[in-house]
């Protein structure tokens, strides 16, 4: 097999972005590459053409190779509705939930689904490259593992283990993770690689050659800080609370649009917005208390995997309220997925929740009740008066429908989401990444919110920019990474006769195997 597995010392160590640019370097090399991410945890999805769900890395990872999305790329993607319990899709579709310990019993299955769908990319393209899950260090989950050194085993992947510099500490992160796996495990490390260094690289020579000479194995490259590098993040927790997306341009016109979105605690394709943050002029900023919303011209609800209890935290924490003031004031509020069933009138959740009839902020004249089957599309049609797609992933169903004009008209008749005075709703994912509606939009809320000097930008293009985005991951790729060792890696495997570090030996007591 000719793939490669990269794996993080943490968490958002840059494992999605490194393998993205992985796959965009041999991309536009002329190799047929895939991506694979064997077990995603998030709750930032996308639907496939095929009908399924992963988790958006995979989607932006196929982007870079030139494909669309497709179930294989994830076969097993656990969406956390609480911090027990998480709904899993397999294979693009929902199957049951489970809690930490009862997902543990279905591994040894799932494994089985996990290499089957590696053996197939593998058979139609020249070369897979993995994605791991948090860390392959992680001892106390490596029995049951699927995503990382399990995975790994299972098929003989050879391991690149990227650090995050700027972190700080990176030399003990890749030392103590190389050290804590079992001999087998180690000897398919096959390098490390550093990211976001900023500064002089000849500085980090000495630590580079101490490293190589304690583990046997080189740093395959150092990658530098990108500033320009924001969109598509794995998951929320790479965004700040309270902090703007992106890097705002300045405006176009004469005034900015300050956008303020709660960062609900199950916050869930967090990325909708940064197609507004990508507009020059538009600042963005996830909110976590309610001062915040004090200044903002438009207030942005986002989706949510636990709608009913991410309501209940809105209210507790008195965004609700502020909420509330904001529309009452003929300021603008838009919700997406879960934030536009949170403006409903009532919503009825016997799925997620459990908590029956819970009233809604009633901001629309709507009525939302949860379905056992989700709904799982990407629609097409007509609003602000622009063609419009985008893609739907949620329980919650419109049951009831009064006063307010339709956002979204399809083509069969059929009408989505809704518009009542300066209040807004869809459960389309991915609708203000067309670019025509986006500008329409931004227009409304600039008028609700009395900024007539905000105007938008005539030629902005979100999927021109996140394409740039790549292009920039593959030039990091081919200027600063061992280019040559990386496809020594895919086309050979693991060097033999790799060192084995004893956990816990002293410095310079590297055992041969």
């Known amino acids: 097999m000719h793939g490669l597995l990269i794996a993080g010392t943490t968490s958002d160590a840059g494992k999605s972005v490194v393998t993205a640019g992985i796959c965009r370097w041999l991309a536009r090399q002329g190799a047929r590459v895939a991506p694979f991410k064997a077990q995603n945890m998030s709750n930032n999805s996308v639907v496939t053409p095929d009908g399924g769900e992963i988790g958006r890395a995979q989607a932006l990872q196929a982007a870079a190779c030139g494909l669309e999305p497709s179930v294989r790329f994830n076969p097993v993607l656990l969406k956390p509705g609480s ?124 630590g580079l050659e ?105 209210r507790r924490t008195g965004l609700a309220d502020a909420v509330l003031a904001h529309a009452r004031a003929g300021l603008p509020v838009a919700g997406i997925c879960g934030g536009f069933q949170m403006l409903a009138t009532g919503i009825t959740d016997h799925v997620e929740s459990g908590d029956g009839r819970v009233d809604g902020l009633g901001l629309l004249d709507l009525e939302i009740e949860f ?34 004009a339709p956002l979204v008209e399809l083509p069969d008749g059929e009408v989505e989401g809704g518009v009542r005075g300066s209040v807004l709703g869809t459960h389309w994912h991915g609708l203000f990444e067309n670019d025509a509606f986006r500008r329409e939009f931004l227009r409304w809320a600039a008028r609700r919110a009395g900024r007539d000097g905000f105007a938008p930008a005539e030629d902005t293009s979100f999927a021109a920019i996140r394409a740039g985005q790549l292009d920039l991951l593959g030039d990091l790729v081919e200027r600063h990474a061992d280019t040559g060792a990386l496809l020594r890696l895919l086309d050979g495997g693991a060097p033999a006769g790799l060192p084995v570090l004893p956990a816990g030996t002293a410095p310079g007591a590297v055992a041969a195997r």
Not at 121 to 134: M, Q, Y
């Open 210 to 314: 101490q490293l190589r000479a304690l583990t046997g194995r080189p740093v395959h490259g150092v990658l530098p800080w990108a500033e320009e590098l924001w969109i598509d993040a794995e998951d929320s927790l790479s965004y700040v609370a309270d902090g703007v997306i992106g890097r705002p341009a300045p405006p176009v016109g004469e005034q900015w649009l300050r956008v303020a979105v709660p960062r609900l605690p199950r916050i869930s394709n967090a990325t909708d917005v940064e197609a507004l943050a990508a507009e020059p002029g538009v600042a963005v900023r996830f909110v976590t208390e309610p001062s915040r919303l004090s200044d903002a011209d438009l207030v942005v609800l986002p989706g949510s995997k636990s709608t009913v209890a991410d309501l209940a935290w809105l």
């Open 83 to 206: 911090d027990r319990r998480s709904q899993v899709v397999v294979l693009g579709s929902v199957d049951g939930e489970v809690t930490a310990l009862s997902y543990r019993e279905r591994k040894a299955a799932l494994l089985e689904t996990v290499v089957s769908a590696l053996e197939g990319l593998a058979a139609k393209f020249d070369h897979v490259i993995c994605e791991g899950a948090g860390s392959p260090a992680e001892i106390n989950l490596r029995g049951s593992d699927i995503a990382n050194m399990g995975l790994a085993r299972a098929v003989d992947l050879p391991v690149l283990v990227v650090g995050d510099i700027d972190r700080g500490g990176v030399f003990a992160q890749l030392y103590g993770t190389l050290a804590l796996l079992d001999a087998a495990d180690q000897a398919l490390i096959g390098g490390f690689l550093i990211n976001k260094f900023r500064g002089d690289p000849a500085l980090l020579e000495p």
């Open 371 to 404: 379905a056992a089957a989700k709904t799982l599309a990407r629609p097409r049609g007509t609003a602000f008066g622009e063609p419009v797609g985008g893609y739907e992933i949620h329980h919650g169903t419109v049951v009831g429908r009064g006063e307010q």
